[in-house]
């Protein structure tokens, strides 16, 4: 199982936001040597946006009380 950890952004930069942030996610991970299974971002809509990244299960506790992700889901 995988996990899949979603910060959501919103207002008229929420896209350039998500991506910048997804910047920062990227340095975390290199830094703390994490593995990661992909990384992301979405417009949801002109003023909705998100970035994620999906990890194998077990990580997601530990990137969850670091990272502060808004959501979290179990996928495939």
């Known amino acids: 199982m995988k996990?899949?950890?979603v910060w959501n952004?919103?207002?008229?930069?929420?896209?350039?936001t998500a991506?910048?942030?997804l910047i920062h996610?990227?340095?975390?991970?290199q830094r703390e040597k994490?593995?990661?299974i992909q990384y992301g971002t979405e417009a949801i809509n002109d003023f909705s946006a998100i970035s994620?990244?999906?990890?194998?299960?077990?990580?997601a506790?530990?990137?969850?009380?670091s990272l502060k992700p808004h959501q979290g889901f179990l996928v495939n």
């Open 52 to 59: 994620f990244m999906i990890v194998e299960k077990n990580l």
């Open 25 to 29: 996610l990227k340095e975390y991970c």
């Open 19 to 21: 991506e910048h942030h």
């Open 3 to 5: 996990a899949k950890l």
């Open 9 to 16: 952004f919103s207002g008229e930069g929420a896209l350039k």
């Open 34 to 36: 994490v593995e990661v």
């Open 61 to 65: 506790p530990q990137l969850r009380d």
